[in-house]
């Protein structure tokens, strides 16, 4: 999964009878230190709260359609939660690892 | 599977249900000398990981559902085990 955040709905009236009632939302893939990542993308909202600039986790492919009611939807984009706080640990960098018993 | 750093943790209350209760870990990807290849993943941790170490990351739906034991949801990445040391040839 990544973080995205929405930027934008999509309405589509005319669409393959399957994706009925499945809301489109225009997200922009974020790095994790939340910078634009990449082309937005029109993810189906898997959790039916995400709302304009929310923070959110998407998931790509088959496992996009599955977080949807009916899992058989041709969808390869969903929201599958809303991020309340990413809680990056002060590792101090690359370098130093974690080794246990390190000197 | 994947070679990973734990980075940090993502907090959400709401998801869709495979996640509720669960704890999302924000990891790094990582080659095997251990250098950051610009990816990160948030994966499912089912083995209690801590901020910094080095993790194995399954990212494939089927597996995850196993782990997760659900037929159906929309999950692929998960911590599947703790790395103690890599050893190259």
């Given at each position: 999964m990544q973080l995205a955040r929405v930027i934008g709905?999509?309405?589509?009236?005319?669409k393959t009878p399957n994706l009925e009632g499945v809301k489109f939302l225009i997200v922009?893939?974020?790095?994790?230190?939340?910078?634009?990542?990449?082309?937005?993308?029109?993810?189906?909202?898997?959790?039916?709260?995400a709302g304009p600039d929310e923070l959110v986790y998407i998931v790509g492919s088959r496992e996009a359609a599955q977080a949807m009611p009916e899992p058989f939807v041709p969808v390869d984009h969903a929201i599958v939660g809303i991020v309340d706080e990413v809680a990056l640990a002060r590792v101090a960098s690359s370098e130093s690892?974690?080794?246990?018993?390190?000197? | 599977m994947k070679i990973a750093r734990v980075a940090?943790?993502?907090?959400?209350?709401?998801?869709?249900?495979?996640?509720?209760g669960q704890r999302l870990l924000l990891c790094d990807y990582v080659d095997p000398s251990g250098e950051p290849t610009g990816d990160y993943v948030i994966a499912v941790d089912v083995v209690?990981?801590?901020?910094?170490?080095?993790?194995?990351?399954?990212?494939?739906?089927n597996g995850a559902r196993q782990i997760m034991e659900m037929k159906v949801a929309p999950i692929r990445a998960v911590v599947v085990g703790v790395v103690d040391e890599v050893e190259m040839a």
């Open positions: 709905t999509v309405v589509a009236t005319e922009q893939p974020l790095t994790k230190d939340l910078e634009p990542n990449g082309r937005p993308v029109v993810a189906a909202d898997g959790v039916a709260m690892r974690v080794e246990e018993g390190a000197q | 940090g943790t993502v907090v959400s209350t709401i998801s869709a249900p495979v996640f509720d209690d990981a801590g901020a910094g170490e080095t993790v194995l990351i399954l990212d494939e739906g």
